[in-house]
Nanobody, 120 residues
Framework: QVQLVESGGGLVQAGGSLRLSCAASGSIVYVDAMGWYRQAPGKQRELVANITPGGTTNYADSAKGRFTISRDNAKNTVYLQMNSLKPEDTAVYYC??????????????WGQGTQVTVSS
């Protein structure tokens, strides 16, 4: 009913940049908050950044000043521009979208994850 398709991960050297994208599709009535989370090996999944439909953003301290989240409401797509990447940013990055579909209450949907690896 809803699919989140992520793209943009990969291998980059420390100090480099990557841009992640996540597009939601399906029987969507309304997309509420969208965000990015990450999970490094042996660690819990953590919030990186999220954004409301109106553009209000929230960042983890580790992302402030380096990452920028944005969205295109017409395309149901969220982006994460990551600059000045560090080895400690290495993780699987997941997008999350809170979506209202026909005949159901809003719920959170997750992408499949995209690997980001930052080499030193």
């Amino acid at each position: 009913q809803v699919q989140l398709v992520e793209s943009g991960g990969g291998l980059v050297q420390a100090g480099g940049s990557l841009r992640l994208s996540c597009a939601a599709s399906g029987s969507i009535v309304y997309v509420d908050a969208m965000g990015w989370y990450r999970q490094a090996p042996g660690k819990q999944r953590e919030l990186v950044a999220n954004i409301t439909p109106g553009g209000t953003t929230n960042y983890a301290d580790s992302a402030k000043g380096r990452f920028t989240i944005s969205r295109d409401n017409a395309k149901n797509t969220v982006y994460l521009q990551m600059n000045s990447l560090k080895p400690e940013d290495t993780a699987v990055y997941y997008c999350m979208s809170r979506i209202k579909i026909i005949l159901r209450a809003r719920q959170d949907y997750w992408g499949q994850g995209t690997q980001v690896t930052v080499s030193s």
